[in-house]
Nanobody, 119 residues
């Protein structure tokens, strides 16, 4: 059983930056990823990273702006969000599972952290 807890969300003006963090209860030998869900929309994958630390997927909407990384020594996953836009406003979820990108199968979810980008 893996417990995931996100932090780092908040409010930022468009063009600003945020760094999300996800703390895992134990070492995670799985693909990890960030998902988001905006009001009235389906949850979508933002980025995934494999157990070796290679970024294997990033949604077109965030490429060049968001960077996913992991520190397995600290059992942490990160999402650096730069050049944010109001369209990035959503609840962001940390996940662990298998597979790549939109085909990722999630075994464990965090509770989410809210990100609000104002124009």
């Amino acid at each position: 059983q893996v417990h995931l807890k996100e932090s780092g969300g908040g409010s930022v003006q468009a063009g600003g930056s945020l760094r999300l963090s996800c703390a895992a209860s134990t070492r995670v030998y799985m693909v990890m990823g960030w998902f988001r869900q905006a009001p009235g929309k389906e949850r979508e994958v933002v980025a995934t990273i494999d157990a070796a630390g290679n970024t294997n997927y990033a949604a077109d909407s965030v490429k060049g702006r968001f960077t996913i990384s992991r520190d397995d020594a600290a059992n942490r996953l990160f999402l650096q969000m730069d050049s944010t836009t109001p369209e990035d406003t959503a609840m962001y979820y940390c996940a662990a599972g298998w597979g790549m990108g939109v085909k990722m199968i999630v075994d464990y979810w965090g509770q989410g952290t809210q990100v609000t980008v104002s124009s």
